[in-house]
C-alpha cells in the first residue's frame, strides 16, 4: 500500500537565472535557505563510535576522510568518503560530480541509503550537509562548526551529491536541456559510485531535496523505476520540501495574498497596502482560491485564473497587474532593506554566513569555507573557485525544458513508492 503524507502546494519560480535580485526573477531556489527550523545542536563531548561501514575496494581508501582533521570542526565526526566520481564508465569522461558519503551511526539502520541534494538549479548540496542535516552544522552568525544532534546519519547512510554537473566542484561542461537526462546523467553517477562502494549494493534507497529538487528528486525517481537494472538498489520512495512542483502562478502568486495577509506584521504592510492587494486578488481571481481548490480530497484538476496571466503560468507569462508577489516583494523591501524572502524574520544586522550565501540582497561575504586550499584537500576537492549556487547555466541556455512534476511524472512515483513525502516549512517566501 503506498502510503502518501498530505500533498501541499508549495513550490518556487521556475528559473535558472543564476544570481539576479529582482523579484519577478528569482531563481526556483537559491534556495529555500533555511526557512526551515534550523539543526538543533549539541556542545556536549560525544565519543565517536567505530563506522558501522567499510569498503573493500582499494580505490574507496582514495576518498576517505579523516573525521578529525576536518579544517575548524574541533571533534571527531568520525570517517567519511569524498571526491570527484565520473558519471560513466567512459575511460574519456570528463564530466564528474562531487559527493560527500557519510555513514549511519545507528547500527540498527545500516540497510538503509538517503540520497540528498540542494535546489537551484546549481545549487550545491554541500550547503544542506553543514547547515542543515550533515553530522556537523555551521549556522549562521556562528564562530565554528558544531554537532547535529539531529543528523540525517543518525538513522541512514547519507550521500550528500553536488549536481547536475556545473554545480559547486562538479566538473565538465552542463550539456542536458531537461530533467530525463540530469536523471540518466545521476542514475550514471550511482553505478560508478556503486562500483567503488560496493558494499552499499542492495541498500534501501531514498531520494530527498529541496527547492529545485522538486523537479530533481522525482524524475530521478521515475527514472530508477522505469530502469530498474540502472543502478542496484532498492528504491524505496522520496522526500521533498518546499519543493517546486508545478506552475508559479498556483504555487507562487496566487498564495501570496494570503501570505502577505497573515505576515502583514512582521513584512511591515499598512493597511492601505493590503486594502489595494485585496482588490487586485479579488479582480485576478485569487481571493480564496487555496480554500477553495486546495482540498483533499481533491474534486480534479485545478482551474487556472485565466484573468491572471498571458501563455505559461509561468513567472513570464503573469500580467503585471496580477503580480502579487512581486508587489509584496517590493513592499517589504522597502520596509526593511534587509528583507530576505528565504528568512522572512530577518533583519540587521546581516548574520555572517560561512557559505557566503546569495540572499535577496548583495551579500558578500568571506572567506567562503569551501573556497579554502585547506579544506578542498581535505575533501579530496579540485582546487577550483567554488559558488554556493554556480555562476553558469547547468541546464544548457538556463532553461531546463521538463514539465513540472505534478504535471507529469509524480503520480507514478507515488504509485511506485512505498512512502512520498512533500512538505513546507511555512515561513519561507519564495515557497508556499
Known amino acids: 500500500m503506498v502510503r502518501i503524507l498530505p500533498l501541499l502546494l508549495s513550490a518556487s519560480i521556475v528559473l535558472a537565472t543564476a544570481r539576479v535580485r529582482s523579484p519577478r526573477q528569482f531563481s526556483a531556489d537559491r534556495h529555500l535557505r533555511m526557512g526551515t527550523t534550523q539543526p538543533q545542536t549539541s556542545h556536549a563531548r560525544v565519543v565517536h563510535k567505530r563506522a558501522t561501514i567499510s569498503f573493500s575496494n582499494p580505490k574507496a581508501a582514495e576518498y576517505l576522510v579523516d573525521g578529525t582533521k576536518i579544517p575548524d570542526v574541533e571533534f571527531d565526526v568520525g570517517p567519511s568518503w569524498s571526491g570527484l566520481m565520473p558519471i560513466s564508465g567512459n575511460a574519456n569522461e570528463t564530466r564528474k560530480l562531487f559527493f560527500w558519503f557519510w555513514p549511519t551511526t545507528n547500527q540498527e539502520h545500516t540497510d538503509d541509503l538517503v540520497f540528498w541534494t540542494n535546489g537551484g538549479p546549481g545549487c550545491s548540496s554541500l550547503e544542506g550537509l553543514i547547515q542543515e542535516n550533515g553530522p556537523f552544522v555551521w549556522p549562521m552568525g556562528t564562530a565554528k ?4 544532534q539531529w543528523a540525517w546519519t543518525n538513522l541512514s547512510h547519507v550521500l550528500w551529491v553536488e549536481q547536475p554537473v556545473g554545480t559547486g566542484f562538479s566538473q565538465g561542461i552542463p550539456n542536458i536541456t531537461n530533467e530525463d537526462q540530469l536523471a540518466a546523467q545521476f542514475a550514471g553517477f550511482l553505478a560508478q559510485f556503486l562500483q567503488v562502494f560496493s558494499e552499499l549494493k542492495g541498500k534501501n534507497f531514498y531520494a530527498a531535496g529541496e527547492s529545485y529538487a522538486g523537479f530533481y528528486v522525482p524524475y530521478i525517481a521515475n527514472y530508477l523505476y522505469k530502469h530498474p537494472k540502472a543502478v542496484d538498489l532498492n528504491l524505496k520512495g522520496v522526500w521533498i520540501t518546499d519543493p517546486s512542483v508545478s506552475y508559479d502562478l498556483v504555487t507562487q502568486y496566487i498564495p501570496a495574498l494570503g501570505f502577505a495577509q497573515k505576515w502583514k506584521d512582521v513584512l511591515g504592510l499598512n493597511s492601505t497596502f493590503l486594502a489595494n492587494l485585496q482588490k487586485i486578488g479579488n479582480k485576478c481571481g485569487f481571493t480564496d482560491y487555496s480554500k477553495k481548490y486546495a482540498t483533499y480530497p481533491p474534486k480534479g484538476k485545478l482551474p487556472l485564473p485565466s484573468k491572471a496571466y498571458n501563455g505559461t503560468p509561468n513567472y513570464s507569462g503573469i500580467k503585471d497587474e496580477c503580480a502579487v508577489w512581486d508587489m509584496v516583494y517590493e513592499a517589504a523591501i522597502t520596509v526593511n532593506p534587509n528583507f530576505n524572502v528565504y528568512r522572512i524574520f530577518d533583519v540587521w544586522p546581516v548574520l555572517w554566513d560561512v557559505l557566503g550565501f546569495p540572499g535577496s540582497f548583495n551579500n558578500q561575504q568571506s572567506p567562503i569555507y569551501f573556497n579554502r586550499t585547506e579544506v578542498q584537500d581535505a575533501i579530496h576537492a579540485p582546487r577550483i573557485n567554488w ?20 504535471l507529469s511524472i509524480m503520480p507514478n512515483v507515488i504509485e ?11 515561513i519561507n517566501r519564495t515557497m508556499y
Open 387 to 406: 559558488d554556493e549556487c554556480s555562476s553558469i547555466d547547468v541546464f544548457v541556455n538556463g532553461t531546463d525544458k521538463s514539465v513540472p512534476v505534478m
Open 416 to 426: 511506485k513508492s512505498e512512502r512520498t513525502v512533500v512538505m513546507h516549512g511555512g
Open 145 to 148: 562548526p558544531i554537532r547535529n
